[in-house]
């Protein structure tokens, strides 16, 4: 399965499992993700869903041989389908979401901590938002989200640099709570998703509706803004020199190996 | 007095001062302190406004007795009337309001917090946002102020487990601007507010008010989200099993006792 | 040269150079930022900019002198008329910014710090926002992007109390990235910058778009509120007060002497 799926103590935990390809996001794993997701909102028995991913990976983000053939080849299939379809299931997903950065988050690997509720990650984890570097432009609601998350600053050196963020600089900026041991951090992870999960459903649902609703038109607004940009970068020439560089094996570190 | 009154250096301090019950806020002490705070704003002898608790309680909150009855007896009489008239005193008041937190603050004894302009906080007082736990909504505009305040990782985690915090915790987040030894706050919390009161009144009310106008939308948004939630939780079967579990002693967590 | 210019590495230093005013912006100064932020943002060969200050200080903010003539002499001419064209220029400058806080920041030279996407900061340098200490209001949108970089009670505390803000409290508050021994400031601020800079142009420009669009309404809602109650209290008792204090030598704080 390339989404495990294991109920306990009311929380779902979802792990992405494509190791092989440190946890990319082809066009399956996106449907996979937004339809579990769509499931545990709606499943009486979930109170809260953990995600987080198998092997050394979180996830390395959208797979990048995909976005090579979509930037150069007009005629491929619309294998970015499920990238919409995912953030559209995070936006709407009504419950707590906890999410267990147990390796590198790269690209949405990264920025899909913007629509956590709460985020523990590995002390040897590490996150990178590589759009500027990629060529393109900030997505996921990211230019929005993460500034009143982490302030203009933090986010503007992660966004701008495309620079390796370590454990201890995410845990600093604020944008994880709380950093763990490789070792302990799943069970930390589902010890703090029981806590919550312990509450009823119908608050749970309730605390989260009202702390997302002011955040809906904005990010609305920046996935849009996002998006405009994304399509006049996408294919440009500095797009396209880092997807050869990637393709090439010159530049390995978009995969952070 | 079931609130305390004095004047220094041009600092009203506020003192809740019903200590028998934790200074739990009942109609009086909701109607008192309102009343305080449109006194204090218009008193032009007062710069700042210092509020704190007398006892080892900052405030346990809404009485619970109170909202009990009001759950369950349809006919009970509106003895929350003093909770919105609270918030729009705090909402509309001009100058700057210092927060003391001397002992455990609970419900509106911690959500009073988002309106604070600066907070002191005991290094033994705590702090709980038991909304979830109480099967019912957040309240006070809380679910806007503290995720602009502390993010919303932090946010979340207070307002979804409902666990205590602690002033190391607040302070870390964000939530309080420092932490002193007990028998330190109220000195501490005096210097601040002494402090500001020597600048003039007309630039400090400026201030505020450029300050705050940004939030006054989104803080009338984010009450008629919450009433209505609130609403339709309150009473239900969630909420009745928690207020039994206060009122039979099982829970007695919700006074921090 | 009044502002001094140089470029390396597709990163324009911009150095403010009147040290013997401790950089006070007069209205040559005024202009001359404005205009050279203008230049550097459609300049194709310059990817960052980064402002810092000659001598012992960033910049002292607004010359006293000059608000005095304009407090005091309604004939005087118009010399404050360069300030809102830097913020102008400050709110449509499209490429990272980057501050390097070599001295004491005043007035003006604290607030460009909200529109700074990374600031570093010497570990001797300090900060302050007189606003209140002056009798007037908060300005350049300081009471809009100053809470939301730092939170509300650090935003509020700095803008009340008028007190010195030290490079290990702006740390903390998260009004700077971050705080270098001095000599190794430039250098530091400067490594920061090229790493922005070797990303391709149009990524950064996108990064940048994105993040402050968000913030452009409410920028522009903050400098009306603050010019209304800055008009309405410059000139006022405490104002003049304020600024015959300074005149006379009694109060040197605000230049940081």
Request: glycine share 8%; proline share 6%; aromatic share 6%.
């Amino acid at each position: 399965m390339i989404l495990e799926v294991a109920d306990s103590a009311r929380v779902r935990t979802l792990t992405l499992n494509r190791p092989e390809a440190l946890n990319a996001f082809n066009a399956e794993l996106y449907d996979a993700t937004a339809t579990a997701l769509a499931d545990a909102a709606t499943d009486p028995e979930v109170a809260v869903v953990l995600l987080t991913g198998s092997g050394r990976a979180f996830s390395a983000g959208t797979d990048l041989r995909e976005m090579r053939r979509l930037a150069t080849d007009a005629a491929a299939p619309g294998g970015g389908h499920g990238f919409p379809g995912l953030l559209d299931a995070l936006v709407d997903f009504p419950k707590p979401l906890v999410c267990a950065v147990n390796g590198i988050g790269l690209g949405i690997g990264a920025t899909v901590l913007g629509f956590a509720d709460l985020v523990l990650m590995s002390s040897t984890a590490r996150l990178r938002f590589p759009f500027a570097s990629l060529g393109v432009a900030p997505e996921a609601a990211s230019s929005y989200l993460l500034p009143r998350l982490i302030g203009r600053q933090n986010a503007a050196w992660m966004l701008l640099s495309g620079e390796w963020v370590s454990a201890e600089e995410a845990l600093a900026a604020g944008l994880v709570f709380k950093v763990c041991p490789p070792d302990e951090l799943l069970s930390t992870a589902r010890r703090h998703a029981e806590v919550i999960a312990r509450q009823p459903v119908a608050s749970l649902v309730a605390v989260k509706h009202t702390m997302t609703e002011p955040l809906r038109a904005g990010i609305v607004d920046a996935r849009e803004r996002e998006n405009t940009a994304f399509a006049t970068l996408m294919g440009g020439p500095a797009n396209l020199e880092a997807l050869s560089a990637f393709a090439e094996g010159r530049e390995p570190d978009f995969t952070g190996l």
